[in-house]
């Protein structure tokens, strides 16, 4: 069993629909966060966070610790958002590497 | 404010070579992380870098190996190359480390390994 889940695997949606992706994880973290990967590679950090919600235009991130549960959501979704998100912890036996779901691939459709 | 910059952009080599990568961190930034991106295995953490220290290390084997230099450059050398080291190389930037800041992300390096 991978110590990051990601739910979805892939996701395809309508404009202008609510996205929510999801991030599981099995280890102690200190923090997790959440990147976008556009096709050709380049990524993007979109939020760090270790507890509580994060709010950055249209995409707001969760934490509940005691779950081991995060989500990403996008609201008002946008052809533009296609892309991979990748959730990342930082945890384990060190508590300082840095473990990597394997990604959800959302296409938007206009 | 120039963003990471890693070189090559692409490359190709032959088992049992060895190859060398670079990245340049955004100035200021003094920690550097490199990845490995392989379309089954996703992204692994491969090393931090941190004033010139490996701060923290993936499971990786010793032939990836790793530095910085004094003005925050890092290098990731690999050797003895097999197949299965084609990937894409990231490397990622941050004031402190990616345990307390974003990291900002280079466009990678792209080997082939034939």
């Known amino acids: 069993k991978n110590e990051v889940e990601q739910s979805p695997q892939n996701l395809t949606a309508q404009e202008g629909e609510f996205i929510t992706i999801n991030c599981s994880y099995s280890?102690?973290?200190?923090?997790l966060h959440w990147l976008q990967q556009h096709p050709g590679g380049g990524i993007v950090s979109l939020f760090m966070?270790?507890?509580?919600?994060k709010k950055h235009g249209r995409l707001i991130a969760t934490i509940n610790i005691q779950e081991k549960h995060s989500s990403l959501h996008i609201t008002a979704s946008h052809p533009r958002d296609s892309a991979v998100y990748i959730c990342?912890?930082?945890?384990?036996?060190?508590?300082?590497?840095?473990?990597w779901g394997a990604g959800t691939k959302l296409i938007i459709k206009p | 404010k120039a963003g990471v910059t890693q070189t090559p952009r692409y490359l190709i080599k032959t088992r049992g070579q060895q190859v060398t990568l670079s990245c340049s961190p955004i100035?200021?930034?003094?920690?550097v992380s490199w990845y490995q991106q392989t379309p089954g295995q996703g992204l692994q953490f491969l090393f931090e870098?941190?004033?010139?220290?490996?701060?923290n290390k993936g499971n990786f084997p010793g032939r990836f190996s790793g530095r910085q230099f004094s003005n925050s450059r890092s290098e990731m050398n690999v050797s003895t190359l097999e197949l299965g080291d084609s990937a894409l190389y990231l490397c990622?930037?941050?004031?402190?480390?990616?345990?307390?800041?974003?990291?900002?992300f280079g466009p990678g390096t792209r080997l082939t390994v034939l």
């Open positions: 280890v102690g973290i200190s923090a």
């Open positions: 870098y941190f004033s010139e220290t490996q701060r």
């Open positions: 966070l270790s507890s509580g919600k």
């Open positions: 100035s200021g930034h003094r920690s």
């Open positions: 990622a930037s941050s004031l402190a480390g990616y345990f307390y800041n974003e990291q900002f």
């Open positions: 990342a912890v930082i945890g384990g036996d060190s508590n300082y590497q840095l473990i």
